[in-house]
Structures are given as structure tokens and as C-alpha cells.
């Protein structure tokens, strides 16, 4: 089984400002990690995912999120953000085998960009 | 357009009147999924299905079925809502393994009196 923790619920930044949103995952076999973001009355949206090779994965949006085997992390980070980031973000990991591939996804952080 | 459809977007109900949500694909994706999105849960997964005629329920199965006849759509039946079924539902589609990049349809707002 996996599981997903998004270390920050709600994360308030001004424009410009650098951003990290923090995610840590628990599994028992090899996964795939994924970002999605959610704008305001929207479906979710693949930002990045990180299936092999460089830890360091470039998404959209000038977003980029780093895999941390020992940490088991994968934060996303960017280094300037605009009012239009405003959204919520959400970890998501995947096993490599199965049956169902299912997405396991942390429970959301809110990035609220202040002009 | 490649894209994930789903109808309605909203809808107010009451309980135990069946309904229907559906879900259509037209990117030829083997895989879909249903999952519901709660404040403070994010979103689980409650069935989903590898292909046609092939179902199987995920972490919240309780209170819904599907059904998978033709590959294209994949509806979410709730046979007698209840009101803690009140939720945003989101289907998805996915062309096939674990790499490939699951697809959201616009989500249906759902709420049980």
C-alpha cells in the first residue's frame, strides 16, 4: 500500500516570491511520483512526474520537482511565482506493477499567490 | 480535442432517488477511473476499470457501481444516495500502464438532501 503526506495544507506567498510545497510518500513497492494542480472549478491537471533517470523533473508552468529516494520525498518547487499559481496542488505516487495502477494522492496544498 | 466529459457538472438531489453520473473519454483510453474529492481528504479512488467488461472497486466502493460496455464511457450509478455521499466527483482516463498520464474530466458536483 502507499501513502501520501503534503506536509502544508495552505501555503500564502506574495508574487515573485519563491515557492516549495512539501511531499512525502510510504510505499512498500517502487513508485511513480506525479504532481497535479487544481485551478478554482477545474478538473486536475498533470504538472510532472518522475518515472526514472535525473531526480531534478521540469514541468509546466515553470514548475520543477526533485525525488529524494532516501528522503522519500518529492517536493515541487518555483523559483517566482504570479497570482495565477493560485490553485491546489496535489502529490500523487503510482506503482510501477499491478493491477490497477491507482493514484494514491496526498490531501491537497492550497497556494494562495498575494499581489 | 482530446478530452474527459462529464454530466451533469452539477447536481442537487435527495435521498435515495437513484442518479447517474456520466463519463466519456474520446482519447481511446483502456483505463478509467472514478474518484471522489472531500475538504481535508483529497481525492480517493472509488472504482475503476482496465477495460471493457472489467471493473473493480477502489478504496470508497461503498454506495456506487459502474459499468464499462462500451470503452469510451464508464458511468458512476448511485443507486439510493445518501447525504454523506455529497462530494465533487472526478472521472479519469488513462491510455494504459502506470506511465501513461491519467486525463480528469471537469468534475460533477454532487449534493445529497
Known amino acids: 500500500a502507499q501513502s501520501v503526506t503534503q506536509l502544508d495544507s495552505q501555503v500564502p506567498v506574495f508574487e515573485e516570491a519563491p515557492v516549495e510545497l512539501r511531499c512525502n510518500y510510504s510505499s512498500s513497492v517502487s513508485v511513480y511520483l506525479f504532481w497535479y494542480v487544481q485551478y478554482p472549478n477545474q478538473g486536475l491537471q498533470l504538472l510532472l512526474k518522475?518515472?526514472?533517470?535525473?531526480?531534478l523533473v521540469k514541468g509546466i508552468n515553470g514548475f520543477e520537482a526533485e525525488f529524494n529516494k532516501s528522503q522519500t520525498s518529492f517536493h515541487l518547487r518555483k523559483p517566482s511565482v504570479h497570482i495565477s499559481d493560485t490553485a491546489e496542488y496535489f502529490c500523487a505516487v503510482s506503482p510501477l506493477r499491478g493491477s490497477n495502477y491507482k493514484l494514491t494522492f496526498g490531501k491537497g496544498t492550497l497556494l494562495t499567490v498575494n499581489p | 480535442e482530446a478530452q474527459v466529459t462529464q454530466n451533469p457538472r452539477y447536481l442537487i438531489t435527495v435521498t435515495g432517488k437513484k442518479l447517474t453520473v456520466t463519463c466519456s473519454q474520446n482519447?481511446?483510453?483502456?483505463?478509467m477511473s472514478w474518484y471522489r474529492q472531500d475538504p481535508g481528504l483529497g481525492l480517493r479512488q472509488i472504482y475503476y476499470s482496465m477495460n471493457v467488461e472489467v471493473t473493480d472497486k477502489g478504496d470508497v466502493p461503498e454506495g456506487y457501481k459502474v459499468s464499462r460496455k462500451e470503452k469510451r464511457n464508464f458511468p458512476l450509478i448511485l443507486e439510493s444516495p445518501s447525504p454523506n455521499q455529497t462530494s465533487l466527483y472526478f472521472c479519469?482516463?488513462?491510455?494504459?500502464?502506470?506511465?501513461?498520464?491519467?486525463?480528469f474530466g471537469p468534475g460533477t458536483r454532487l449534493t445529497v438532501l
Open positions: 479519469a482516463s488513462r491510455r494504459g500502464g502506470a506511465t501513461d498520464t491519467q486525463y
Open positions: 482519447m481511446n483510453h483502456e483505463y
Open positions: 518522475y518515472l526514472s533517470g535525473s531526480t
